[in-house]
């Protein structure tokens, strides 16, 4: 036989494609020709998995060789393939029955030396694998307690071409996964460590419950890094389809932890003020590796200090934060990422940010409007709530406040509210009061009575307030409400929605 073929996965942004690794031995002068849209590493390819063959003690099959790889318009991207393709390319010469290997998909990148070595993205590969009806995978040993994690399929690991070889040949067991991984550990820091801050804990308990992008403007130590860390730990837990979708992006990004298991907590990303415009939305060549916004996909997107942030990386969330997902050109076709985030922005409110806050400022009202117009147009737009916070008073600090409510008890309030919230929109599409658009929101049934309107219609009037500002003001109502557990907004709800979206006091 000189035609053998073995199944491998390709991803296409976070969904996998069933890849046939096709492998063709002809007389002719020996060489090794690869088709079927590869990139660069696939087209290295050919290197690693001649040494690794060799190296591994096989025969290397002095022929031309031609390797495809199937569907040849779906884009191949990395060094996943290269296990495949060893397989295939002994089966072809005759020096491997591939009985054993049929229906099975096999992942890894070859060593020259025959090692198999972890490849990004493997649990996207096995969710393929599986939607695709099939229950058996090899992957390399490095990745097995990570498609373990998908369920109903048998993961067998390698370490070497040498072992997957000789379980071919002669039945010789591969490697079990390790067991699965205790639960995640309860959700990071807890807002029971926050001292006082009143304002801040509602905004960010409101945020939470509505899905509101939130900003903080402070002093530095006013703590706004602090409530910020702390809004995942009042967010619900993902469900299944979330889970494997936020696993799947931070697989891609090779950033798992070892010990494998799905992501069940939503994810909070704080990218540095001095990170380039690929490292939030994404990028790099080969199989592209998401950016912070989509490793915060479902979770937290924090930019602190987020005045200082480029004006080109500022502009490269706007287009993500409205559509939900990133788009990313590349050579050969795009790729997107999804990157539905809640944003949390934390600025100083001037640029010399001195701890005191306004009372030692020298900054001139200028320069102090510009900083902060540097977030205004792209960004602060799109934001609901939007609150100031004070440096902490002694007394607070002390505990002599009685505030320090721990997360728990927070985020069972919101978990009630969401829920009412996503039974009132289902019918309309949607599940959190953020998402719900504003012409909705303007006509019955669920035009606010007049008088719970009357001071914003006012400030409409006035041109204090623009139409969208407006909006954004009712759909935080509608949170305060939901959190309160009554059915509909009224006047005070709207007040505290004021507050809460234009920093004046309620
Ligand atoms: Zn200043």
Redesign the pocket.
């Known amino acids: 036989m000189s035609y053998a073929k073995v199944l491998g996965v390709g991803l296409v942004g976070v969904t996998g494609h069933l890849v046939e690794v096709e492998a063709d031995l002809s007389p002719g002068l020996p060489a090794v020709v690869i088709s079927g849209l590869p990139d660069t590493a696939l087209h290295e390819a050919r290197d690693r998995v001649r040494a690794a063959v060799v190296n591994s003690g096989q025969r290397w099959p002095n022929r031309r060789i031609t390797l495809n790889l199937l569907p040849a318009t779906l884009p191949k991207y990395g060094s996943a393939f290269d296990l495949a393709i060893a397989v295939a390319l002994l089966g072809a010469a005759g020096e491997l029955p591939l009985l054993p290997v049929e229906g099975v998909v096999v992942l890894g990148e070859l060593g020259l030396d025959g090692t198999v070595r972890p490849v990004r993205g493997v649990l996207p590969m096995v969710t393929a694998a599986v939607r695709a009806g099939l229950d058996r995978v090899v992957v390399p040993v490095g990745n097995a307690a990570e498609a373990a994690v998908i369920p109903g399929v048998r993961v067998r690991a390698v370490d070497t071409l040498h072992r997957l070889v000789a379980f071919i040949r002669d039945g010789t067991p591969l490697l079990e996964p390790p067991p699965p991984a205790p639960a995640e550990a309860a959700a990071g820091p807890d807002l029971a460590d926050v001292a006082g801050q009143g304002l801040g804990r509602r905004a960010v308990e409101v945020a939470a419950a509505g899905g509101h992008h939130l900003s903080l403007l402070g002093p530095p130590g006013a703590g706004k890094t602090m409530l910020a860390e702390r809004l995942p730990s009042i967010l619900p837990e993902l469900d299944d389809a979330a889970a494997l979708e936020v696993t799947a992006l931070h697989s891609i990004a090779g950033i798992l932890p070892p010990d494998g298991r799905l992501l069940r907590r939503p994810p909070f990303q704080a990218p540095h003020h001095s990170a380039t415009v690929a490292s939030l939305v994404g990028g790099g060549s080969g199989l592209a590796r998401p950016g912070a916004l989509s490793l915060a996909h479902r979770g937290v997107l924090f930019l602190d200090e987020a005045a200082e942030f480029s004006k080109a990386a500022l502009e490269a969330l706007r287009q993500p934060l409205e559509s939900g997902q990133v788009h990313l050109t590349r050579a050969r076709g795009g790729t997107r990422y999804p990157a539905r985030v809640q944003l949390v922005l934390a600025a100083?409110?001037?640029?010399?940010?001195?701890p005191g806050g306004d009372t030692l400022?020298?900054?001139s009202p200028l320069?102090?409007r510009r900083y902060l117009g540097r977030l205004s147009g792209p960004l602060l737009d799109r934001i609901d709530v939007q609150v100031r916070v004070l440096p902490v008073r002694a007394a607070e600090l002390m505990g002599t406040d009685p505030d320090g409510e721990p997360s728990a008890a927070v985020a069972a309030r919101v978990v009630a509210a969401r829920g009412a919230a996503a039974e009132r929109w289902a019918a309309v599409g949607h599940r959190l009061n953020a998402e719900v658009p504003g012409p909705l929101l303007r006509r019955p049934p669920w035009r606010l009575a007049a008088q719970a309107t009357a001071d914003l219609r006012g400030r409409l009037d006035r041109g204090s307030l623009s139409a969208r500002g407006f909006d954004r003001i009712i759909r935080l109502a509608w949170t305060i409400a939901d959190l309160d557990g009554r059915t509909r907004p009224d006047q005070e709800d709207v007040r505290e929605a004021i507050g809460l979206r234009t920093g004046e006091e309620a």
């Not at 409110?349 to 001195?354: D, G, L, Q, S």
């Open positions: 100083n409110p001037c640029p010399c940010a001195r400022c020298e900054c320069a102090r």
